[in-house]
T-cell receptor, first 111, second 112 residues
């Protein structure tokens, strides 16, 4: 069974520090990798996606993909209290437009 | 201006009742999805549709049915609701060659 694993947390990070969120996946043939943010009781919203090995930066966010080790991570620089949320990792195993979702990591940014 | 809307936003019903959750989108996307989310669990796919004539079962379709009335509308029905269908339900859309999905605001369903 294709799986996406995340540490449920909570991960507590001081304001202004770097938050590092990790995700591993089981299907070596996975094509696309997504990070979504979800505030409590709200819908997931896309932060960024990555397709190729290496780093992809967008503002304070950096996604890192290592297909050989089958993990994808999200770094949040200069963490703000508004970054406190659950972060969902999602993976497309076969580029068939279906996403396999991790259960999410709860991030708490402490002022 | 919500691109993906869901109605109702909250619903409390009783065991055995038939319930319909509706999703509409103004994004012009071909692909539409229904998910449920339970505390501590990831999003689980119930049904998905790539166009009006293409509807597919997802991971947890038992007890649910769907209707794609138009490109912009995708409804989820619970024929006879049971308490373990209490969850947060999300509709999502997608288009083009990417797998990116865009979510509606969700429907919180409670089955007593």
């Amino acid at each position: 069974q294709k799986e996406v694993e995340q540490n449920s947390g909570p991960l507590s990070v001081p304001e202004g520090a770097i938050a590092s969120l990790n995700c591993t996946y089981s299907d070596r043939g996975s094509q696309s990798f997504f990070w979504y943010r979800q505030y409590s009781g709200k819908s997931p919203e896309l932060i960024m996606f990555i397709y190729s090995n290496g780093d992809k930066e967008d503002g304070r966010f950096t996604a890192q993909l290592n297909k050989a080790s089958q993990y994808v991570s999200l770094l949040i620089r200069d963490s703000q209290p508004s970054d406190s949320a659950t972060y969902l990792c999602a993976v497309t195993p076969d580029s068939n437009y279906q996403l396999i979702w991790g259960a999410g990591t709860k991030l708490i940014i402490k002022p | 201006d919500a691109d993906v809307t869901q109605t109702p936003r909250n619903r409390i019903t009783k065991t055995g009742k038939r319930i319909m959750l509706e999703c509409s989108q103004t994004k012009g996307h071909d692909r539409m999805y229904w998910y449920r989310q339970d505390p501590g669990l990831g999003l689980r796919l119930i049904y998905y549709s790539f166009d009006v004539k293409d509807i597919n079962k997802g991971e947890i379709s038992d007890g649910y049915s769907v209707s794609r009335q138009a490109q912009a509308k995708f409804s989820l029905s619970l024929e006879s609701a049971i308490p373990n269908q209490t969850a947060l339900y999300f509709c999502a859309t997608g288009t083009g060659s990417t797998d990116t999905q865009y979510f509606g605001p969700g429907t919180r369903l409670t089955v007593l």
